[in-house]
């Protein structure tokens, strides 16, 4: 069955340190996203790709980075953690059939900056 | 940008009705969706809305949008503890259909 696996599920790193979190799907879907998640914030875009070599910055991009090597993932690298980067991610693909079908989200990576 | 606001908490008793409500700003917002998140869990798609349309059910779920008023909202019919979860409201927007914008969800207590 297709899926979409993020990695790991849980990390914590020190403030300063690059990190990176890993989302793969295999439903072959073109466009794929990241979210952050926050209590009061809902889910809040990050960066987001059409396809392969394409990447586009969200409305809280700063200190975020992602690169589209190939249809199946979108890695996501926090260049230098700060502790306002503890969150929740997720990664989320769509296909281009129709907004009907909506996203497929993964299960999320919980990051802790200390 | 598109902001869509939601109500933080609703608690109801197991069999009893609940209506999630959802209000949205960018009129161009063609497609509405409601996403339910289990604990520990992604985001699963429930049901969505064509901006044509003023009511869709399906099964227990029921959704209705106002547009006018850019009011949309979910009813859970006989509601389930199975059914405690935080509930997503979501749009398209004008950068086109792949991108959505979620609110800031409501978490679904249910009390047997």
């Known amino acids: 069955d297709a899926e979409i696996t993020q990695s790991p599920r849980h990390k914590i790193t020190e403030t300063g340190r690059q990190v990176t979190l890993a989302c793969h799907q295999t439903?072959?879907?073109?466009?794929m996203f990241w979210y952050r998640q926050d209590l009061g914030h809902g889910l809040r875009l990050i960066h987001y790709?059409?396809?392969?070599?394409?990447?586009n910055k969200g409305e809280v991009s700063d200190g975020y980075s992602v690169s589209r090597s190939n249809t199946e993932d979108l890695p996501l690298t926090l260049e230098s953690a700060a502790s306002s980067q503890t969150s929740v991610y997720f990664c989320?693909?769509?296909?281009?059939?129709?907004?009907?079908?909506?996203?497929?989200f993964g299960s999320g990576t919980r990051l802790t900056v200390v | 940008g598109e902001d869509v606001e939601q109500s933080l908490f609703l608690s109801v008793r197991e069999g009893d009705s609940s209506v999630i409500n959802c209000t949205y700003t960018?009129?161009?917002?063609?497609?509405l969706y409601w996403y339910k998140q289990e604990p520990g869990a992604g985001l699963q798609l429930l049901t969505y809305?064509?901006?044509?349309?003023d009511m869709k059910q399906d099964q227990r779920l029921t959704v209705l949008l106002n547009k006018k008023d850019k009011h949309l909202s979910l009813r859970i019919a006989d509601t389930q503890t199975g059914d405690s979860a935080i509930y997503f409201c979501?749009?398209?927007?004008?950068?086109?259909?792949?991108?959505?914008?979620f609110g800031t969800g409501t978490k679904l207590q249910v009390i047997p």
């Open positions: 989320a693909s769509s296909d281009d059939r129709g907004p009907n079908y909506g996203y497929t």
């Open positions: 439903w072959n879907h073109n466009n």
């Open positions: 790709s059409y396809g392969v070599h394409d990447t």
């Open positions: 809305i064509f901006s044509n349309m």
């Open positions: 979501a749009g398209t927007n004008s950068g086109g259909y792949q991108k959505v914008t």
């Open positions: 960018d009129s161009s917002s063609t497609y």
